[in-house]
């Protein structure tokens, strides 16, 4: 099986999968800080701050909308975007480069919470260079692989 | 219904069309803007002049900043 998501891993796990985003945050059901991308833990319990404030004020400027609340935030900016999605116990939030494909991000952050939420995991497809070390590709033939014998013997 | 383009110049002006109309969109969709999504994936504008857009910006300004002071 492979790598089981973990909450510690979910912002990197983020960051593999997209790379326009600048840096994650995870945050527990509490809203305190779980786990990030940043290596700084300063500038991480920061970014996990603004994020769950991000979701206070969107709560605050939509409760008059509906019943329930919106599940994911996406905030176009000049220079870049805030991308943030939750669930009953966890939030995620991205810092996204400027070009970032809004569908993809939304769909990417709802995936993962999806997977931590114990759902099915995220099918990456195996890059061309991981492949080539382990199986047979047209450029290099495995040599390992049996050779099927052609003719019988003489 | 649309004019079918005849002719090379026409054809190179129904392409530049179309470039500029891409690069419209894409600018459109780059501008700042705060959209909220129900559980349905359903998306909601929170318009400019409304309560708490401008907080919201402000939040999301801060992010983008902390992140740039790092890179």
């Known amino acids: ?154 | 219904m649309k004019e079918k383009r005849k002719g090379p110049l026409s054809r190179a002006a129904g392409l530049a069309e179309g470039m500029a109309a891409t690069m419209r969109r894409m600018q459109r969709e780059r501008e700042p803007r705060v959209l909220v999504y129900d559980p349905a994936g359903y998306a909601r504008l929170i318009q400019p002049e409304a309560r708490g857009h401008a907080h919201i910006m402000e939040v999301a300004e801060e992010m983008l900043a902390l992140v740039a002071e790092r890179e």
Request: charged fraction near 30%; hydrophobic fraction near 40%; proline fraction near 8%.
């Open chain 1, 1 to 154: 099986m492979a790598d089981t998501l973990t909450p510690e891993r979910a912002p990197e796990r983020l960051c593999e999968l997209s790379g326009d985003v600048r840096a994650a945050v995870l945050l527990d059901a509490a809203g305190s800080l779980a786990s990030s991308s940043e290596d700084d833990r300063k500038r991480a319990a920061e970014l996990a701050e603004l994020a769950r404030r991000l979701f206070e004020e969107v709560d605050r400027a939509t409760r008059d909308w509906d019943p329930e609340p919106p599940e994911q935030v996406e905030v176009q900016i000049p220079g870049g975007a805030v991308f943030a999605s939750r669930t009953p116990r966890w939030t995620l939030a991205a810092v996204a480069k400027r070009g970032a494909l809004s569908s993809l991000m939304l769909y990417d952050l709802r995936a993962l919470l999806g997977e931590l939420e114990g759902g099915p995991a995220i099918i990456r497809s195996t890059p061309a260079k991981e492949a080539a070390s382990g199986l047979a590709t047209e450029e290099q033939p495995g040599e390992d692989l049996p050779m099927p014998e052609l003719g019988g013997g003489s």
